[in-house]
């Protein structure tokens, strides 16, 4: 019934700008803290960024402090990251999540419940 689905993938230059997004259904979405993980190949996967139920407060990794920015929209409950000056080292795949608005806080990365399957973003150098 839970569903989160990623899109706007693909392939861009060093530098360049991307959007992605992610389509929640079957849980009450604006209880819900969202964020985005990544895994780069080889590797396990890692936090990027998030943004608490109200969307009042966000937190992300230093490795895109200044360069992603999340955002939702809860009337259509959507999910966005904005990522601009893309390098070489974000190529990954980008994963959607959802995390109780009663797990954890805002600087806590972990106890999220659902997942997405995640779309693949490379940056050529």
Not at 17 to 34: D, I, K, N, V
Not at 101 to 111: C, E, I, K, M, V
Request: proline share 0%; glycine share 12%.
């Amino acid at each position: 019934q839970v569903q989160l689905v990623e899109s706007g993938g693909g392939s861009v230059q060093a530098g360049g700008s991307l959007r992605l997004s992610c389509a929640a259904s079957g849980f009450t979405f604006s209880s819900y803290t969202m964020g985005w993980f990544r895994r780069r190949l080889g590797q396990e996967r890692e936090f990027v960024i998030q943004i608490d139920y109200s969307g009042t407060s966000t937190y992300s990794a230093d490795s895109v402090k200044g360069r992603f920015t999340i955002s939702r929209d809860d009337s259509n409950n959507m999910v966005y990251l904005q990522m601009s000056g893309l390098r070489y080292e974000d190529t990954a795949i980008y994963v959607c999540a959802a995390r109780s608005r009663w797990a954890g806080n805002l600087f806590y990365t972990s106890g999220y419940s659902y997942w997405g399957q995640g779309t693949q973003v490379n940056v050529s150098s």
